[in-house]
């Protein structure tokens, strides 16, 4: 037989209850106030894909619809005190990274290449370094290096059709990095 003492039992009910509490805090408080956290059918040509730094808790990966500007995603991040340096109205670019510094929204690059790839944006070709290439699936060392060289060759590559230029990039494999790389702007993709 177990004997438990009255002191005992009011310690584990104290526990449960504030077990409890924390769960229900946990359940009607929102991670990100306002925030969108992306889904694959999220991001899409309708939608810009941003990133957002700067040690605030609504820092992370946002999808608003095409045309949203600098005032919209702080709208959408719940971040109300805010100052946005210069234009409110500066229009998001996909895979692009805003930072908050010193209660500033400031504009401050692109998102790493491996973050757009992982959330199915494309990289543009001409933009792309050789690491970047060798992230994408059916690109090694080598395909990297001779795409570097024939791009340097030509200046800019017009479009992604002119790859099977390059030895062992046939239609097939043309087909397979189409889901990865772009060759010119994109609408709402940052030049």
Do not use: C, W
Not at 16 to 40: D, E, F, K, Q
């Amino acid at each position: 037989m177990i004997v438990v003492t009255d002191r005992q039992l009011l310690g584990f009910v104290s526990v449960v209850a504030i077990a409890l509490i924390i769960y229900g805090i946990n359940l009607t408080t929102p991670s990100r106030p306002g925030g969108v956290i992306p889904s694959y059918g999220d991001i899409s040509q309708e939608n810009v894909v941003v990133e957002l730094t700067g040690g605030v808790p609504s820092s992370g990966i946002y999808s608003l619809p095409l045309g949203s500007d600098l005032q919209d995603l702080a709208d959408a991040t719940g971040l109300i005190n805010i100052k946005i340096k210069n234009n409110a109205r500066l229009k998001l670019q996909r895979g692009e990274k805003y930072n908050i510094e010193k209660g500033y929204l400031l504009k401050t690059g692109a998102m790493l290449s491996s973050k757009k790839l992982s959330l199915g944006l494309t990289l543009d070709i001409n933009e792309a370094t050789e690491e970047d290439l060798i992230l994408i699936p059916q690109i090694g060392k080598k395909t990297a290096q001779e795409i570097i060289r024939f791009r340097q060759a030509r200046g800019r590559i017009a479009e992604l059709e002119d790859l099977k230029n390059i030895k062992g990039i046939k239609e097939k494999r043309l087909y397979l990095l189409r889901k990865y790389l772009h060759a010119g702007e994109l609408a709402g993709e940052a030049r």
